[in-house]
Structures are given as structure tokens and as C-alpha cells.
């Protein structure tokens, strides 16, 4: 992978994951058409690149981080369906990421909820979230570990189905990315880049910890390193246009998207475009 793939890989990333249009979808489609797909370093860039995006989120709301406990106590609340349910069913989650079919699929039908969500939830105006609120949040984005869900969708419609304004859902969904990005990646990167097993960090097993890292290439340091940096860049300037735009004019046009995206991905597999993950 050269530095301008892991560049173009990350500017997807830091538009697509805090807008509901699944960056899933999106990495699939970019790392096939520049033929990278296959490489072992672009599964890890797309997982480890979420560290930039995430820290997006804290410097523009860094003054809600440090607002009160009780935020944090909800966002621990809303945290908490994932961490169970991801456990839980971790082998089935990582079977799902496998098939692009389903994440093709879950674009089409989350695209055509968001062209009625508005409609469905017009009265939805509270700008408080309690914690049976946040709980309930927490639950929706549990959807979106199935591929092309989008984690965004998912936990915002979930806030505006227990009658809070889009605004303050889709901040509230920045915020649970946090703590829910940060613990898959690291997860990821444990596994995935490491090549070491849970148990071997719970019993610290410190001979394997430090062979693991004798495993990561300089070069690869680099695109991870320069992939961050532009995933922290783009995504602050997408979560600055997302706000204003749902604000606006609401989902339809992100349901439109996801639908199009979704057909294509589903052509270029009927076409024998090979679009392995």
C-alpha cells in the first residue's frame, strides 16, 4: 500500500463514519477499485485510522467531556449493550464482516428508513437525554455491528425514537463513538496487528506481548501514522457539516445515498468484481 492509498482510505473514513451512510460500504468499494483489499495492512489501517476520527470528536466537544460525571455515567450506561452483546456474539459479528452481500444489503434497507425517519418521528424535540434514554441508544447501535447498519444510523434514530431532536441524538451518538470506537479498535489492533489472544493480554503473558510487536514494519508505522492524521482532519469537517446539514434538511438525501451505494456494491458483485474483505 503506498502513502496516497492510506491517504484516500483515511479521507473516506474521517466522511463516512459519523454520517449515517456506513463507512463500511465505503471502504469495501475504495480498497477494491485500487486493488488493496487483499493486503493484510488494509484491514489494519481501516480499523486503527478510527483512532483519529475518534479523537475528532473530543477536541470539538472537548468542553462536554469536561462538563460533568453524569455524562459520563451515561455514556457508560449506553456503552454498556454493546460491550455484552458484542462478546456475546463476536463470532457471528466477525462472520457478518466477511459478506459483502449483507453490507450491501443493510445499505438499501437503512437507506429507505432514513427516507422516512423525519416523517416517523416529526414530534421528536426533547433536548435532554435521561438514562433510560441512553440505555435505549445504546441498544440501536448494537444494530450497526451488522455491516452497513452504519453505528451513526443506528444510535441517532435510536435517540429520536425516544423523542429526542436530531441535534442532540447525533451529538450524543459523536460522543457514545468514543468509548465504542476506541474499545473495537483497540480490540482489532490487539488481534488483528498483534496476532495475540485475549487471554494472552488478561494473563499478561509479557514474552508474547513484546514478540507481537517485533511483527510491525516501520513502513506500516507510517501509513498508520499519516492515516490518522487525515482522519482527524476530515472528520472534524464532517461532523461540523453533518450538524448543520441534518439540522436543516433532515435524513431523505442520506437514504437516497445509502440506497445507490448499496445497488452498486450489489452490480459490482453480480459483475465479478472481486470485493473481498
Known amino acids: 500500500m503506498s502513502v496516497w492509498q492510506a491517504i484516500i482510505l483515511a479521507i473516506i473514513e474521517g466522511l463516512t463514519e459519523f454520517l449515517p451512510i456506513s463507512s463500511t460500504g465505503h471502504m469495501i468499494i475504495a480498497s477494491a477499485l485500487m486493488g488493496i483489499n487483499e493486503l493484510p495492512i488494509t484491514k489494519i489501517l481501516t480499523v486503527n485510522i478510527q483512532f483519529g476520527a475518534i479523537l475528532s470528536v473530543v477536541v470539538l466537544y472537548w468542553r462536554r467531556f469536561l462538563q460533568s460525571f453524569e455524562f459520563y455515567q451515561k455514556l457508560l450506561v449506553a456503552f454498556i ?3 455484552v452483546i458484542g462478546f456475546l456474539l463476536m463470532d457471528l459479528v466477525d462472520a457478518m464482516l466477511e459478506s459483502v452481500v449483507v453490507t450491501a444489503i443493510m445499505l438499501v434497507v437503512g437507506g429507505v ?8 418521528f416529526r414530534n421528536a424535540n426533547s433536548d435532554k437525554i435521561s438514562y433510560k434514554n441512553a440505555f435505549m441508544i445504546g441498544l440501536a447501535q448494537c444494530v450497526a455491528m451488522i455491516p452497513g447498519v452504519s453505528r451513526s444510523a443506528a444510535s441517532i434514530v435510536g435517540g429520536m425514537a425516544q423523542g429526542i431532536d436530531r441535534k442532540t441524538a447525533a451529538e450524543f451518538s459523536f460522543f457514545l463513538a468514543v468509548p465504542t470506537m ?3 479498535s483497540t480490540y482489532k489492533l490487539i488481534t488483528d496487528l498483534l496476532q495475540l489472544e485475549l487471554s494472552d493480554i488478561l494473563k499478561f503473558d509479557l514474552p508474547k506481548i513484546q514478540n507481537s510487536f517485533e511483527v510491525i514494519k516501520p513502513d506500516d508505522l507510517q501509513l498508520l501514522l499519516v492515516g490518522n492524521v487525515v482522519a482527524f482532519i476530515v472528520a472534524m469537517l464532517a461532523i461540523r457539516f453533518f450538524i448543520s446539514f441534518l439540522t436543516k434538511y433532515g435524513f431523505k438525501m442520506f437514504g437516497y445515498y445509502r440506497i445507490g451505494l448499496g445497488i452498486l456494491l450489489l452490480a459490482l458483485l453480480a459483475l465479478g468484481v472481486d470485493l473481498r474483505v
Request: no cysteine; glycine share 0%; net charge neutral.
Open 81 to 83: 449493550p454493546a460491550v
Open 113 to 120: 428508513v432514513l427516507l422516512f425517519v423525519d416523517k416517523w
Open 182 to 184: 476506541l474499545a473495537a
